[in-house]
Nanobody
């Protein structure tokens, strides 16, 4: 069973930065894709950024502000969020897809709130 645990959310003011971290319980060599999604109140969950086969994609709304990275020493998938806006307020979820089975796994989510 793959476990994902997110951390780093919180309350910040517009223009500030946050760094989210997702601790992954399996080695990256077993993972085919990894990414971050978010869900704002009353809205559907949406893709923020995803890395698949070495290709990274970002939602247009976060391009140039957010950066996804992997820390091999800590076995985490991180999301650096700069120049935060109130519309970035949401619960952020980490997601990985296992190479062998194709199964998707999700973290429990971490709340990010950006005040204006």
């Amino acid at each position: 069973q793959v476990q994902l645990v997110e951390s780093g959310g919180g309350l910040v003011q517009a223009g500030e930065s946050l760094r989210l971290s997702c601790a992954v319980s399996v080695s990256f060599r077993y993972i085919n894709a990894m990414g971050w999604y978010r869900q704002a109140p009353g809205k559907q969950r949406e893709l923020v950024t995803k890395v698949t086969g070495g290709v990274t994609n970002y939602a247009d709304s976060v391009k140039g502000r957010f950066t996804i990275s992997r820390d091999y020493a800590k076995n985490t998938v991180d999301l650096q969020m700069n120049s935060l806006k109130p519309e970035d307020t949401a619960v952020y979820y980490c997601n990985v897809k296992i190479r062998a089975s194709g199964e998707d796994y999700w973290g429990q989510g971490t709340q990010v709130t950006v005040s204006s």
